[in-house]
């Protein structure tokens, strides 16, 4: 089943709104993947490109 047909049986049709926890989460997705592409960039790989990921993540 699609989220639509998921909403249409709740008896809600129109969309969800994002909770917070929700936008947190996808922000925290998008620094962490963010870091993980700027750490390939930048030539780190590893374990290296992941902690410098985690600091990009935690300066927000």
């Known amino acids: ?3 639509l047909e998921l909403m249409h ?3 809600r049709p ?3 709104v994002v ?3 929700t936008r ?3 922000t925290a997705r998008r ?3 963010l870091g993980l592409w ?3 960039r930048l030539g780190l ?3 290296d490109a992941e902690i410098y990921s985690w600091s990009v993540h935690l300066a927000d």
Do not use: Q
Request: a negative charge.
């Open 45 to 47: 790989n590893g374990a």
């Open 38 to 40: 700027s750490a390939r």
């Open 24 to 26: 947190e989460g996808i």
């Open 19 to 21: 909770d917070c926890d």
């Open 31 to 33: 620094n962490v993947l």
């Open 14 to 16: 129109e969309p969800l």
């Open 9 to 11: 049986d709740v008896g």
């Open 1 to 3: 089943m699609t989220n």
